[in-house]
């Protein structure tokens, strides 16, 4: 099976700018999650996705949001971009059907934002 | 609000020594942890899990890790590292059955294994 996909792999945008990125889940998987790494906050939670329905959301301001579409891919946004939102934005996927599963993690989109 | 400490920032190890990681996690109710691995412009790479059962786990790679519900610690194991083993090791929980797959992160562990 195919990993998880991520598209673009590097990004550079200028601050105030939006940007969107793609994510594309294993096979099956109908579970999406993103996270964002940076060198000082670490690894944080996004929001995840099932089922088209955002199901749990971390601590970040409205301007990242995201949607899932019915094939399970999931795009975030991210508006009027500030220099803090530079980072290695991560998706993963997951077999969920409301439990707790293993997530499987692209290899990430580096966003620089200038 | 739970988290998770991973107290070593750095360690270093001679290839074929053995690599111990610590994990501490707060929380009352039984987690679901995890450990994964990240190599350098990486995603990260699951090594293994623990969710009930037998509490030491065994993962790819050679990896272990024992879950110790009186120390709240999932620690990470390797008898005998290789060279390819260094990298940055995180260690994840996820609490809510049914709430979604949010998993919290510790802040990491970086691994550099000498010759």
């Known amino acids: 099976k195919a990993g998880v996909t991520q598209t673009p792999r590097y990004l550079i945008k200028t601050r105030g700018q939006q940007v969107t990125l793609s994510c594309s889940p294993i096979?099956?998987?109908?579970?999406v999650s993103w996270y964002q790494q940076t060198p000082g906050q670490g690894l944080q939670f996004l929001f995840e996705y099932f089922s088209e329905t955002q199901r749990n959301k971390g601590n970040f301001p409205g301007r990242f949001s995201g949607r899932q579409f019915s094939n399970s891919r999931s795009e975030m946004n991210v508006s009027t971009l500030e220099l803090g939102d530079s980072a290695l934005y991560l998706c993963?996927?997951?077999?969920?059907?409301?439990?707790?599963?293993?997530?499987?993690f692209g290899p990430g989109t580096r966003l620089t934002v200038t | 609000a739970q988290s998770v400490t991973q107290p070593d920032i750095h360690i270093t190890v001679s290839e074929g020594a053995s690599l111990e990681l610590r994990c501490n996690y707060s929380?009352?109710?039984?987690?679901?942890l995890f450990w994964y691995v990240q190599s350098p412009g990486q995603g990260l790479q699951l090594l293994l899990k623990y969710f009930s059962g037998d509490t030491l786990v065994q993962g790819i790679k050679g990896f272990e890790a024992e879950f110790k519900r009186s120390q709240s610690s999932f620690n990470l194991r390797k008898p005998s590292v290789h060279w390819s083993d260094a990298a940055e090791y995180f260690c994840?929980?996820?609490?809510?059955?049914?709430?979604?797959?949010?998993?919290?992160f510790g802040g990491g562990t970086r691994v550099l294994v000498k010759p």
């Open positions: 096979s099956g998987h109908r579970s």
């Open positions: 929380y009352g109710a039984t987690p679901y």
């Open positions: 993963a996927s997951s077999l969920t059907q409301g439990g707790i599963y293993e997530q499987y």
């Open positions: 994840a929980v996820a609490y809510s059955r049914g709430a979604g797959n949010k998993l919290t």
